[in-house]
């Protein structure tokens, strides 16, 4: 546990790249500078990360603020470890309106309106494709990847036979494939 300095909020976070504190440090600079209250960050390493935020839940000792994933939020709930969030709060945040609506989404729990956390950071992902093996599945590139049961039946798609390679000859005229 790091010696903690005094006064300080405590912001506990899962990383995966030591850079992480570093950018939060950046990002709750104006934070510290208005309130004239240190931020001391804690990041723990993705593999124990999960076992180190249920150990605060359960001893209620440990981090003021944590960073969790959003699929956690339901467990840490469950634990009677967040409270929701009220109205005032989101709306000195800038309300819903400032946030990427799929991060916003992932504030809630099923069945349940209520805000248990705020986005504070986004991961972009991206599908890469072959154009040649949606055409010959006969799936409509415009329309393909629109739900997870699309994206989940890809690995089932039958690849098109390869072509076949036609050497390329060098000037020594030693054969290449391309």
Same mark, same amino acid.
């Given at each position: @546990?790091?010696? &903690? ?9 899962? +990383?995966?790249?030591? %850079?992480?504190?570093? /950018? ?6 104006? !934070? #510290? ?5 240190? #931020? ?15 150990? +605060? ?8 603020? %944590? =960073? ?7 467990? /840490?709930?469950? @634990?009677?470890? &967040?409270?929701? /969030?009220?109205?005032?709060? +989101? ?8 946030? +990427?609506?799929? $991060?916003? =989404?992932?504030?809630?729990? #099923? ?14 992902? #991206?599908? !890469?494709?072959?154009?040649? @093996?949606?055409?010959? $599945?006969? *799936?409509?590139?415009?329309?393909? !990847? ?10 089932? *798609? ?6 076949? @390679?036609?050497?390329?000859?060098? &000037?020594? =005229?030693?054969? &290449?494939?391309?």
């Amino acid at each position: @546990m790091p010696t &903690l300095i005094a006064n300080a909020i405590e912001l506990t976070v899962p +990383i995966s790249d030591p %850079s992480i504190p570093d /950018f939060l440090r950046e990002a709750t600079a104006d !934070f #510290v500078t208005k309130r004239v209250r240190p #931020v001391e960050i804690v990041g723990h390493p993705w593999e124990v990360a999960w076992q180190e935020l249920v150990k +605060i839940a359960l001893y209620k000792t440990g981090g003021d603020v %944590s =960073g969790i994933g959003t699929t956690w939020i339901g467990s /840490f709930v469950d @634990m009677n470890a &967040l409270r929701p /969030f009220p109205h005032w709060e +989101i709306a000195s945040l800038g309300g819903k309106a400032a946030y +990427i609506a799929s $991060a916003w =989404g992932a504030s809630q729990i #099923v069945a349940n309106p209520q805000i248990w956390s705020i986005p504070y950071a986004l991961d972009t992902r #991206v599908i !890469f494709y072959w154009r040649d @093996m949606l055409d010959h $599945a006969g *799936i409509d590139e415009s329309q393909a !990847f629109q739900t997870v049961e699309q994206i989940d039946i890809c690995p089932m *798609i039958p690849r098109p036979k390869p072509k076949r @390679m036609l050497p390329i000859y060098s &000037l020594t =005229g030693v054969s &290449l494939q391309s």
